[in-house]
């Protein structure tokens, strides 16, 4: 038997929950890949040395880390002097780039100074020591 209508008659609203937990999910797991993104880190464990000033910095866009040994690495890849130039030029390219220098308490300071004459040889002024905050 068919159902007949009146006019003045509404079907009531369905509410349907499998979409919404659908898009929350969704949401959930690419606000997690963007977080995890955002977090600097050049991918080799480091002892930075401590500084009682040292103050926090903006988000860089590029992470340096130098070893004990002098070798730099950039995105858990191992650079010579030449890639690194040639990675910092190609990130560069016109606009501002902040370079942070991860150098362990070991490093000398001759091994920071070449990576920081590297960055300023491809133009960037944006150069900063990373130092965790020594609690004396």
Do not use: C, W
């Not at 007949?4 to 979409?19: F, N």
């Not at 926090?56 to 950039?74: D, I």
């Not at 960037?124 to 990373?130: L, P, T």
Request: no cysteine.
């Amino acid at each position: 038997m068919a159902k007949r209508y009146h006019y003045m008659e509404t079907e009531r609203a369905r509410i349907e929950i499998i979409p919404m937990i659908d898009i929350m999910m969704f949401l959930l797991v690419f606000f997690i890949m963007v977080t995890l993104k955002m977090i600097p880190g050049s991918g080799v464990q480091l002892h930075l040395p401590g500084s009682s000033t040292a103050e926090k910095l903006p988000p860089s866009q590029v992470v340096v880390g130098v070893e004990s040994n002098g070798s730099m690495m950039v995105e858990k890849r191992q650079m010579n002097p030449a890639q690194l130039a040639e990675y910092l030029r190609s990130m560069k390219q016109g606009r501002e780039l902040q370079v942070i220098i991860a150098g362990d308490k070991t490093v000398s300071l001759q091994n920071l100074l070449s990576v920081m004459d590297i960055a300023r040889a491809q133009g960037i002024s944006g150069v900063g020591i990373a130092t965790q905050e020594d609690k004396r």
